[in-house]
């Protein structure tokens, strides 16, 4: 049976008794139900894990006693930035925990021409906030000690204009860059537009900004699948993605 990982914002050490903040310990006592002597690892997003054992269980508070750290990691070494114009509904919860499972070492969400949704002041933090729950749930999930960065939405302008990376793409299925022909980079910035694409001036314009162009074949993606299956494709060249 899997050992539950559970992330905690907290500093750990060998031998610590740790309280579990209060959405943690809901998680584990009631969503999972689990019990005093049974086993957990932790992290904290500062490199590796720690074993644990539960040592009480309460309504409120479930307490842990923390054993030894564990160096493992399972990030990428190819660090990639994922631009990605807002989408409505669930697609960009979607997109968030799917690009988090697939290694990405942050995440911005952009508004551009074709962006339909608006987001703005408080609205848009608390959805940041979500999104990086989100993060901390996928990491939980596929073995990530370390989380992904969800930044502050801003304008594909801005976004285009400041990235910086050893290899700068911009998906659209207009393109004809085959990736065989990049040498093998370090850091990628990825960006992908929104339903209805983006727009001609935008792709002119990430051009402009040493962003080369890239499409992934015949068939049009949905802005949802399309960084997913952008991220599984560079993961596998340059990444850590290795099928036996």
Known sequence: MRVPRIYTNQALDS??????????S??????????????????????????????????????????????????SPLEVHLG???????????????????????ITPLLSERVEVKLKGDRAEKKALHWQR????????????????????????NWVADTEAQCKLVLHHRAALPLGSVQKPASVALLVGPEGGLSAP???M????????????????????????????LQARWGDMNPQ
């Open 134 to 157: 989100i993060v901390v749930s996928a990491c939980e999930q596929c073995g990530r000690n370390q989380l992904a960065r969800v930044h502050p939405i801003q304008s594909l302008v």
């Open 26 to 75: 809901q998680h584990v006592a009631r969503a999972m139900r689990m019990q005093v002597g049974e086993a957990l690892t932790l992290f904290n997003g500062r490199g590796g894990e720690f074993g644990g054992v539960i040592h009480s269980v309460g309504s409120k508070v479930v307490e842990v006693l923390v054993a030894q750290h564990r160096p493992i990691e399972a990030e």
């Open 15 to 24: 031998e610590l008794l740790l309280r579990l903040d209060t959405s943690a």
């Open 84 to 106: 990605i114009a807002l989408s409505r509904g669930e697609r960009m919860d979607w997109i968030v925990q799917k690009a988090t499972e697939l290694g990405v070492k942050s």
């Open 202 to 204: 935008e792709i002119d």
């Open 206 to 233: 990430a051009e402009l900004s040493e962003f080369q162009s890239l499409t992934l074949g015949p068939r049009v993606m949905r802005t949802e699948t399309a960084p997913v299956a952008a991220l599984a494709i």
